[in-house]
């Protein structure tokens, strides 16, 4: 690994099989996705992936990373052939799935293959994550922590904050802690057109209260050997208010979404999307290079951040920019202010 070279990340939708079928997925709330059954890659189609992504960083200059969910990857066909591969490449990998079919021969293999870290979902405590996602959910999630650690994989542990678990978070962060997750991290649900706001949607005073609530947990329990990684792109804003972070006029993009600049999803078809968390094709990698997709004018539209309503004129512009995949989904406007954010 190259220390100075910066990292691009594609997260790769192995498939769209799952044992569950949960309420704010974005794959199952996209019924404009699922109206035609999606082809999963063969295997020598997804060796080319491979090469296709190594080679756009190398032209690229970066350090490849790979972030493989589904679904639940396990179920993909080629599944292990897929990771020996990349192994092969040398490229770091995560894996984001369930826990149902994680054993202590699954997770040995994984780090057999260079898997560093597996993360798993709790959207809440017991009875609400079971109702978001299937009975049995939570209790799974949490027994299969120590197996992967003993594996030597680190388990981190995501959350989908909504109207309908936000109130539970602070105590599961509690949760998280005392069953010794490596990162615990959490990122909002992002509404769909046919959603009723009321029912998820929380208003910008009250995602701020939540993060001061959140945040007062996250300084007590600093040193518990759990990392918090502040994935919301309003930890930004809320911790600039607070006069934690300092920011400079440079006109280089310093931090915030990395959707145009170091991050790209590929579908379990091959279609390249710009952000995983809202519909925004840009090629496919069937017909296309990685380079020529990023480069291309799909692609451009997502780094025109002077489009940002509101943000433009921020002076946080270069750091943060809020969600944008929230207010396309709210609004149907990717420019469109994030609905959360509290900024006049």
């Known amino acids: ?3 100075d070279k910066k990292i691009f990340s594609m997260q790769w939708h192995f498939t769209d099989g799952c044992d569950q079928a949960c309420q704010h997925c974005y794959i199952y709330q996209n019924a404009g996705y699922l109206k035609e059954s999606k082809k999963e890659l063969s295997l020598e189609e997804a060796k080319s992936v491979v090469d296709n992504f190594v080679s756009f960083c190398e032209q690229m200059e970066c350090e490849p990373r790979l972030s493989i969910t589904g679904g639940d990857p396990i179920l993909y066909k080629y599944f292990w052939e897929v990771l020996s591969y990349i192994s092969i490449k040398g490229i770091i990998f995560s894996i984001l799935g369930n826990p149902f079919h994680l054993n202590k021969k699954v997770c040995d293999k994984l780090k057999e293959l260079g898997c560093v870290s597996y993360q798993m979902s709790l959207d809440g405590l017991e009875k609400t994550h079971d109702g978001i996602r299937k009975n049995g959910s939570f209790k799974a999630t949490l027994e299969k922590i120590p197996l992967l650690k003993e594996s030597g994989i680190k388990a981190n542990i995501m959350t989908t ?3 309908l678990n936000y109130l539970e978070i602070p105590e599961l962060v509690r949760i998280v802690v005392e069953n010794k997750v490596d990162t615990y991290a959490f990122a909002r649900y992002c509404p769909t ?3 009723n706001l009321e029912d998820s949607f929380l208003s910008p005073q009250e995602y701020r209260s939540f993060l001061q609530k959140v945040w007062d947990v996250y300084e007590e329990l600093a040193d518990k050997g759990t990392s918090f990684s502040l994935k919301d792109h309003l930890w930004t804003l809320f911790l600039y208010e607070k006069g934690l ?3 400079n006029q440079s006109s280089a993009i310093v931090d915030g979404c990395n959707c145009g600049f170091r991050h790209i999803t590929l579908l379990p078809d091959g279609t390249v999307y ?3 968390r809202f519909t925004s094709p840009v090629g496919n990698v069937l017909r296309e290079s990685i380079y020529d997709i990023f480069l291309g004018e799909k692609m451009e539209e ?3 951040i002077d489009k940002f ?3 433009s004129n921020c002076e946080l512009l270069n750091y943060c920019r809020g969600c944008h995949a929230v207010a396309f989904g709210t609004f149907g406007n990717f420019f469109s202010k994030d609905p959360q954010c509290w900024k006049k």
Do not use: E, G
Request: proline share 5%; hydrophobic share 30%; net charge positive.
């Open 309 to 311: 309503s509101d943000c």
């Open 161 to 163: 904050v909504s109207k």
């Open 274 to 276: 710009a952000c995983r």
């Open 1 to 3: 690994m190259n220390a």
């Open 245 to 247: 972070i300092k920011i």
């Open 302 to 304: 997502y780094r025109s």
């Open 193 to 195: 057109p046919d959603d």
